[in-house]
């Protein structure tokens, strides 16, 4: 499933079709699966009222909750016994250009301790994103908690952002290609930016002197150009939905074939 967005490019005036892309429960779910620490907002105990924030590495339980090892000894702890409301940011992992133009998520919801029951399994998926914890981990002073999320905001960039039930972000899967997009991103930058610009001006209609993908999903991806007018984002889609770094190749260069044909 996929959601579409439907504009004008830069400085054409002309109406383009909508372009096919994750829907936002699944930008979520990829971007949260991807990170390894956010900014946690608690609620002050001291400061009744006011946010209170930490940075804070997780982990992530089969459902896409996160998983905390926190001390007894930390505010945000103290924050969240007297009060569990609280939210998790994420910010897109070596994100290219301007980070207001980069991936972030805000989850919202409750941070309660892991029940004793569940503990073990928390503690072997957390370990797995953050394997220095095993020094800590079993310090009498170190407990799991866990954010049950109850609503969820995305934003993909300038000008794309949503709210996401908490329901479809339950239900939703990281992108196929999110273990591998970091490194096709850097081949093609540092590769094929002449690739980049062909695809630019024959798919998107823009004519650009340098260009950098930003990201890339199993739908297509986006480019960040300079163009004569300033600098423009453009959102190129495949053909089919592609699956691994193999399908990527291939269909890229299919694509700049028929490119370099029109």
Do not use: C
């Not at 969820?152 to 999110?178: I, N, R, T």
């Amino acid at each position: 499933m996929s959601s579409s967005t439907a504009g004008k490019h830069a400085g054409s005036g002309a109406a383009r079709p909508a372009i096919a892309e994750p829907t936002f429960a699944e930008r979520a779910r990829t971007l949260v699966y991807l990170g390894r620490v956010g900014s946690l907002s608690t609620l002050s105990r001291k400061q009744q009222g006011f946010p209170f924030g930490s940075v804070m590495p997780y982990g992530l339980d089969d459902h896409a909750n996160p998983i905390f090892l926190i001390s007894t000894m930390a505010m945000h702890t103290h924050n969240v016994q007297a009060d569990p409301r609280s939210s998790l940011l994420v910010t897109q992992p070596d994100a290219v250009g301007d980070p207001l133009g980069a991936s972030r998520v805000t989850l919202i919801g409750n941070v309660l301790p892991v029940p004793e029951a569940e503990v073990a399994e928390a503690r072997r998926l957390y370990l797995a994103r953050h394997a220095n914890s095993k020094y800590w981990v079993d310090f009498d002073d170190f407990s799991f908690y866990r954010m049950n999320v109850v609503d969820v905001y995305d934003v993909g960039g300038f000008g794309v952002m949503g709210w996401v039930p908490a329901s479809e972000y339950y239900s939703g899967q990281p992108d196929p290609l999110a273990d591998s997009a970091i490194g096709i991103i850097q081949h093609m930058n540092t590769d094929h930016e002449d690739a980049l610009i062909l695809l630019a001006h024959a798919l998107a209609g823009m004519d650009a002197q340098e260009a950098a993908m930003t990201s890339i999903d199993r739908l297509g991806f986006h480019l960040r150009l300079k163009t004569q007018d300033g600098t423009r984002g453009a959102r190129i889609a495949f053909p089919g939905e592609v699956s691994n770094p193999a399908e990527v190749r291939k269909v890229l260069v299919d694509m700049t074939a028929q490119a370099r044909r029109m």
